[in-house]
């Protein structure tokens, strides 16, 4: 059974960091798409970074220079380090994983949380100025 578990929201101030994981289980972890995505309230989830399984990133330009995801091989889990926090980063973060798919979240793909079946319960991230 594939599972993916969130942690690591939380609240900040403008300016902070914060780094999110996301535990995976129930599928092999280097043949998936896998990808954060965040939502605002009363809007579609969209795209903020995904990894393929060979390892190619890509990122919203939104988010580009200030947040970095990455792979924890050894725990399983995919993460998101997210520094020079603003107020509109605040929203809910959720990961997702899909196989063969299209793996970015580059501009005409941000809203693409419809290609993936498998996420986890979200994690909320407020900043506060």
């Known amino acids: 059974q594939i599972q993916l578990v969130e942690s690591g929201g939380g609240s900040v101030q403008a300016g902070g960091s914060l780094r999110l994981s996301c535990v995976a289980s129930?599928?092999?972890?280097?043949?998936?798409?896998m990808t954060w995505f965040r939502q605002f309230p009363g809007k579609e989830r969209e795209g903020v970074a995904s990894?393929?399984?060979?390892?190619?990133?890509s990122y919203a330009p939104s988010v580009k220079d200030r947040f970095t995801v990455s792979k924890d091989g050894a725990k399983h889990s995919l993460l998101l380090q997210m520094n020079n926090l603003r107020p509109e980063d605040t929203a809910m973060y959720y990961c997702?994983?899909?196989?063969?798919?299209?793996?970015?979240?580059?501009?005409?793909?941000?809203?693409?949380?419809?290609?993936?079946?498998?996420w986890g319960q979200g994690t909320q991230v407020t900043v506060s100025s």
């Open positions: 990894i393929r399984g060979d390892g190619n990133i």
């Open positions: 997702a994983a899909e196989s063969r798919i299209p793996c970015t979240v580059a501009p005409g793909w941000r809203l693409s949380s419809h290609l993936y079946n498998y």
């Open positions: 129930g599928f092999t972890y280097d043949d998936v798409c």
